[in-house]
């Protein structure tokens, strides 16, 4: 494989997540993050090294930041964090471990940042 045809070949696909608390046949759109994306949003947890209080809120604004319109479009903004963490968790995790696993993070990493 050339530079090219690799740099030409990664379009983000987002991935349909079932969401029946919020009605039947209701979903959200889940995008991966771009590593741009991911290394910003790995960034902000960490002040000089150690998490700082946006670790807190990390599956808040991991959906924030995957969860799309068709067109790509955010459809949440850093001002849905409190009516999210309030949200049922089961459709939460729904959400994060979909994101997570589009970014690559699976297994032991995955149970890793829960625990984050």
Do not use: H
């Not at 930041?65 to 009516?83: H, K, M, N, Y």
Request: glycine content about 6%; some cysteine; hydrophobic content about 45%.
């Amino acid at each position: 494989m050339n530079r090219d045809k690799f740099l030409s070949t990664a379009k983000p696909q987002a991935v349909t997540v079932p969401m029946p608390e919020t009605g039947e046949g209701e979903s959200v759109l889940v995008w991966p993050l771009t590593a741009k994306e991911w290394t910003a949003f790995q960034a902000a947890q960490q002040t000089n090294g150690k998490p700082n209080k946006l670790a807190d809120l990390v599956r808040e604004r991991l959906v924030i930041a995957c969860v799309r319109d068709e067109s790509g479009q955010p459809l949440f903004t850093a001002d849905d964090i409190p009516a999210l963490g309030e949200m049922p968790a089961g459709m939460i995790e729904r959400i994060v471990n979909a994101a997570l696993k589009l970014i690559g993070i699976t297994g032991a990493d995955a149970e890793t940042f829960a625990k984050n």
